[in-house]
């Protein structure tokens, strides 16, 4: 049967992609594993696809079709730092007996575990946290660089997964191929024996699905495989999977997506959410904080171990959090409306006078005349809402400003002779 190729994953944004995965799916329902995989690493993204692997418990099935299709393929391991002695063992087995050459660990930054997990206990606490800092983060800067991924997820390992096709588009636009989506326990069990490949360590002592060691745990005859990771908490995937929402990346639900910050060039997920009346201090994560509420509970959120922002509204002194600020991740400035500008002085506070180097938010009225204006003062990200401004934004329409009555740095040149009005360079 000749196969109709996909077009290249680039440019994004193309629709016809999205029809096109429809179309794959279709035409790969009944194709083998091998097939997929085969066709995903030469027609569907030649030189633009990644393996991520666990080298948990059934990882050797999809790293063995790798190492038939292509065993220079990169494959990237999450080495999040909380794995068993015996997965790490398993890596080295496993690259040798495949012949695998392009095997990578990727590692979390050592600074944001250090700020947010000093004690190597952010699992037992606040588990999304934990995964965000050592899966999520550090595995988007390696997803970035190819149009599709593949990963050795299947049907059968849990009801969210139950309706996994051969291949998903992301809301960013990329291609994830699961060539296993069809496999039950029974074939990879099969697939195992028939080449003869080495079990996981811990699979004989009943670790049915192997992940970090602090949140796996062995499971009963009968039990869902993966029911012992993160046993007892209402967590199922660590987030790298996840798409919008927590959902499985599907074709017909992907174009939906709709994010409001705006950050580095395009709408991106954002991390953070609101601040909730009757939140903790000490067990928030991923909030903006209101000022206010900083200052009375400092001490308790100083030891809050999570990632958090602070809440700028207008009339809170930034000055008063000057000596904390290096606590926060994000601090969002709130825009109420198009005539108040006490944001714009939070905001040149934070990048001029206290060097804050992290993320800098607008919130609120954010339209886009004022984007130029802000980004002056040193924001850097934007949640927007309104239509018309997420449309200049994604087709680069701001309005351009070349005169200011307040220069702002050293890109602000003087010129003329009236001090006052002075034109960018
Ligand atoms: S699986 Fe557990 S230990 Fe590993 S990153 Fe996630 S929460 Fe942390």
């Not at 809301?171 to 296993?180: A, F, G, W």
């Not at 990346?249 to 060039?265: D, E, F, I, V, Y």
Request: proline fraction near 8%; charged fraction near 20%; hydrophobic fraction near 40%.
């Amino acid at each position: 049967m000749a196969l109709p190729k996909l077009a290249p994953a680039q440019p994004a944004h193309d629709k016809l992609r999205a029809l096109g995965i429809i179309a794959l799916n279709g035409m790969f329902d009944e194709m083998d594993a091998l097939g997929v995989l085969r066709y995903a690493a030469s027609d569907v993204l030649p030189g633009d696809l990644a393996i991520v692997s666990s080298f948990g418990a059934d990882s050797a099935v999809l790293l063995h079709l790798v190492a038939q299709v292509d065993p220079s393929l990169p494959v990237y391991f999450l080495e999040t730092g909380k794995h068993f002695t015996e997965t790490l063992d398993y890596v080295e087995a496993l690259k040798k007996h495949l012949g695998l050459i392009n095997v990578q660990a990727i590692y979390p930054n050592q600074a944001d575990v250090e700020r947010f997990d000093p004690a190597g206990t952010l699992w037992e606490t606040d588990p999304d946290s934990c995964c965000h800092i050592r899966k999520t983060e550090p595995l988007e800067p390696i997803t970035e660089q190819f149009g599709g991924w593949v990963t050795g997820r299947k049907r059968f390992q849990t009801v969210e997964r139950g309706v996994l096709p051969h291949f998903e588009l992301t809301s960013d636009d990329r291609i994830k191929v699961n060539p296993l989506a069809y496999f039950s326990d029974a074939d990879v069990n099969r697939y195992k024996i028939e080449h003869g490949l080495p079990e996981h360590p811990l699979f004989a002592k009943g670790y049915k699905s192997i992940g970090c060691a602090p949140c796996t745990s062995v499971v009963a005859e009968g039990e869902d495989p993966r029911a012992g990771r993160w046993r007892g908490l209402n967590k199922k995937e660590c987030g790298i999977h996840f798409d919008f929402n927590g959902a499985i990346a599907s074709p017909m639900t992907a174009p939906a997506t709709r994010h409001t910050l705006w950050k580095n060039g395009g709408f991106i997920a954002d991390p953070f959410h609101a601040w909730a009346e009757g939140d903790e201090p000490t067990g928030a994560s991923y909030k903006h904080v209101p000022l206010p509420v900083f200052l009375a509970n400092r001490e308790a959120i100083l030891a809050n171990p999570h990632p958090l922002g602070l809440l700028v509204a207008p009339g809170d002194r930034i000055e008063d959090v000057e000596a904390d600020l290096h606590r926060f991740a994000s601090v969002a400035i709130q825009f109420p409306g198009f005539t108040d500008g006490r944001g714009y002085s939070t905001a040149r506070l934070l990048s001029q006078r206290y060097q804050y180097a992290n993320e800098i938010r607008a919130i609120g009225d954010v339209l886009q005349d004022q984007i130029p204006l802000m980004r002056r003062c040193g924001i850097n990200a934007f949640v927007v809402t309104h239509e018309p401004t997420r449309q200049a934004l994604i087709e680069n329409r701001l309005p351009e400003v070349n005169i200011f009555y307040q220069p702002v740095g050293t890109a602000e040149i003087p010129v003329g002779t009236r001090p006052f009005l002075r034109r960018v360079s």
